[in-house]
């Protein structure tokens, strides 16, 4: 209901043990969701995408990606100019979200495997 009226995931985010624990543990995966500033222009339409209210900007208007980011990839596809990218031990590009996918879905079936046991 909140999520609902709020507009955004909170429940992911906030009450859902996967989503807390995919929170912590992105801390230390390899992989990283990273603004390119040379090809960010401050737009923002990336901002409104972003269903767990996890961008915003700093002080001085630039794009800041918070500690609510789940590397959903939403934003990847708001971002008009590119500048939005998935990063694995310092590596870019399509491969890489491709990677990431992969592995995203990977995990998820053994937890939902697991959780039927």
């Known amino acids: 209901l909140i999520s609902m009226r ?3 995931m909170a429940h992911c985010t906030v009450w859902c043990p996967v989503g807390t624990v995919v929170n912590y543990l992105k801390y230390i995966s390899p992989f990283r969701f990273d603004v390119k500033r040379s090809e960010c222009t401050s737009c923002m339409k990336c901002i409104p995408a972003c269903n767990y209210a996890a961008m915003n ?3 001085q208007g630039k794009l800041v990606i918070g ?10 596809t708001a ?12 590596m870019r590009g399509d491969s890489i979200e491709r990677l990431w996918i ?3 879905i990977i995990l998820h079936t053994l937890f939902l495997a697991i ?3």
């Not at 971002?79 to 310092?90: D, I, K, V």
Request: glycine residues 12%; aromatic residues 12%.
């Open 115 to 117: 959780a039927r046991v």
């Open 79 to 90: 971002c008009p100019h590119n500048a939005l990218e998935y990063r694995f031990f310092g």
């Open 57 to 59: 900007r700093d002080s």
């Open 102 to 104: 992969a592995v995203t």
């Open 67 to 76: 500690n609510g980011c789940t590397y959903c990839g939403d934003c990847l």
């Open 6 to 8: 709020r507009g955004i």
